[in-house]
Structure formats: structure tokens, C-alpha cells
């Protein structure tokens, strides 16, 4: 299953949760406070899917496999922007993502090659 954090806009659109690495901190640690801020999850970080690079933004992005431990019911992202968090198989998150966000379904494919679905 993959959690994804809803955004207001473009509305009814999901996404993967992610941000940017803050100054001095490791990337492992930025994508555990990301989910959490993003979707309200806390969980044990496992292996890195890899770098993915996005040409059109010029960034590089770092995935990682995310084993939930605990949903909060209210969290950073939902109380104020009111973003909300849904669980997709992998199948249907690759077909959420399929049009808005090419470059994070490379993610989700990657995990589905990896058979850890």
C-alpha cells in the first residue's frame, strides 16, 4: 500500500509526500519528517528506491520504502492547509499520478519492479 497526501491545488489531485532536504540534515531524516508533516504517518524508513532526477524542475529527489507504525488522526498539513491522506495499492496510485505527476510514478514502478508490493 502507498499512503499519498491530498493538495488543495490542484484539487482532487494525490500526491507523494516529499520535500526539500533542510541545511545539515541527512536525507533519510527529511523524508521521515515529510511524511509525517505531509501525511500524518510515523513509521520505521527501510531501503532507498534510489535518486530519481526531474530534468524539467532540475532537482533530485531521494524515495524511500516507509513501514507505517502509527496514523495520527490530526497532524501539521491537516489542520492548516486541511490536506488529507488515502491509502492506494500501488496499481491504483500509479493511476492517480499517471497525468499530474509523471516523475513520482517513476517511484511507484520502481517499488512494484522491486517486488515489495
Not at 488543495?8 to 541545511?23: A, R, S, T
Not at 524508513?45 to 524542475?57: A, I, Q, T
Not at 489542520?79 to 496510485?93: D, L
Request: charge should be negative; glycine fraction near 8%; aromatic fraction near 6%.
Amino acid at each position: 500500500m502507498c499512503g499519498c497526501g491530498k493538495r488543495l491545488n490542484p484539487p482532487e489531485k494525490w500526491i507523494v509526500p516529499g520535500g526539500g532536504v533542510e541545511p545539515e540534515e541527512e536525507p533519510s531524516v527529511t523524508a521521515t519528517r515529510e511524511v509525517l508533516e505531509e501525511a500524518g504517518v510515523i513509521g520505521k524508513l527501510g531501503r532507498s528506491l534510489g535518486v530519481f532526477e526531474n530534468l524539467e524542475h532540475k532537482d533530485r529527489t531521494e524515495v524511500y520504502v516507509m513501514t507505517v507504525t502509527e496514523e495520527l488522526d490530526e497532524w501539521e498539513d491537516s489542520k492548516t492547509i486541511g490536506r488529507k491522506r488515502q491509502w492506494f495499492t500501488i496499481e491504483e496510485a500509479l493511476e492517480q499520478l499517471a497525468l499530474h505527476k509523471p516523475v513520482q510514478r517513476n517511484y511507484l514502478q520502481q517499488l512494484r519492479r522491486s517486488k515489495l508490493t
